[in-house]
């Protein structure tokens, strides 16, 4: 729910799964009077989350899963988009205005300069006219629920920028005994870092709680375990992933001659 000076706003929770397989099945944001009198169950016909609303001086807002294509009002459609729209506070003109790249946004807040939504791994934020998105504004919350702000303005122009989604693969330790290698790689924050299983290489994965270095083990297979076996030496291309919780996903490879002796 979200209050302002004359109304209480609430959401009648879209079923939006079931738009894809059954045509739209739209939700609404509903409306009533401080004192419960004038209630309106269709306000706004949109397709909202099932508690993310909030109001300002201007408009209301909502996060919303909607088919992509159609803006906040729903109709039937291929895929899905989650976002942010808004409206006049008079429930005209709805329109898309924030779509965070993928993530779901649940809860929402608005100030005087920004909209905020939780969703993932972090808490977003963009500008009230949908410009400068950073899914990547609080990062670590694992926050689904609600959120909410004050009026206190801009943040301070010296904010911290989202975290460095970049990795770097380091050394390379041999274990010529099994004919395999560690391989280090340092992350910039928490996420996954996965070394792609190829034809020449087995798969490993870990998780990294935080920045720092981690170790992949690099194990031939296929025609590499044969040429190792063989020859004592076989190179291999090692090709790591980092999927950070926050923020697109970086890859980087490295060419490691393994030996076996």
């Known amino acids: 729910m979200a209050l302002d000076g004359s109304h209480l706003y609430r959401t009648s929770y879209a079923q939006s799964f079931l738009v894809l397989s059954h045509g739209p099945i739209p939700g609404t944001i509903g409306r009533a009077n401080l004192n419960g009198t004038g209630v309106q169950e269709n306000f706004i016909a949109t397709s909202p989350t099932d508690y993310g609303v909030a109001v300002d001086e201007a408009h209301v807002w909502w996060a919303y899963s909607a088919p992509r294509g159609t803006g906040?009002?729903?109709?039937?459609?291929?895929?899905?988009?989650?976002?942010?729209?808004?409206?006049?506070?008079?429930?005209?003109?709805?329109?898309?205005?924030?779509?965070?790249?993928?993530?779901?946004?649940?809860?929402?807040?608005?100030?005087?300069?920004?909209?905020?939504?939780?969703?993932?791994?972090?808490?977003?934020?963009?500008?009230?006219d949908g410009s400068a998105v950073s899914q990547c504004f609080i990062t670590g919350t694992d926050t689904r629920g609600g959120v909410a702000v004050d009026a206190l303005g801009p943040a301070p122009s010296n904010a911290e920028p989202?975290?460095?989604?970049?990795?770097?693969?380091?050394?390379v330790k041999l274990n010529k005994k099994r004919g395999s290698a560690k391989l280090t790689v340092k992350v910039a924050g928490p996420g996954k870092v996965k070394l792609a299983k190829t034809g020449s290489v087995k798969g490993d994965h870990e998780?990294?709680?935080?920045?720092?270095?981690?170790?992949?083990?690099?194990?031939?297979?296929?025609?590499?375990?044969?040429?190792?076996?063989?020859?004592?030496?076989?190179?291999?291309?090692?090709?790591?992933?980092?999927?950070?919780?926050?923020?697109?996903?970086d890859t980087k490879s490295k060419r490691i001659q393994l030996v076996k002796r």
């Open 72 to 128: 906040p009002t729903p109709t039937a459609a291929s895929t899905l988009v989650d976002g942010i729209g808004r409206a006049n506070l008079e429930g005209t003109g709805a329109e898309l205005v924030v779509e965070p790249g993928g993530v779901f946004a649940r809860a929402i807040a608005v100030n005087d300069t920004h909209v905020y939504w939780t969703g993932g791994r972090s808490i977003g934020r963009s500008n009230l």
């Open 162 to 171: 989202p975290p460095s989604n970049k990795i770097r693969l380091g050394k």
């Open 207 to 249: 998780r990294a709680k935080q920045s720092g270095k981690l170790k992949l083990s690099v194990t031939p297979r296929g025609k590499a375990k044969k040429r190792l076996n063989k020859k004592n030496k076989a190179n291999v291309e090692a090709k790591v992933t980092f999927d950070p919780d926050c923020g697109a996903s």
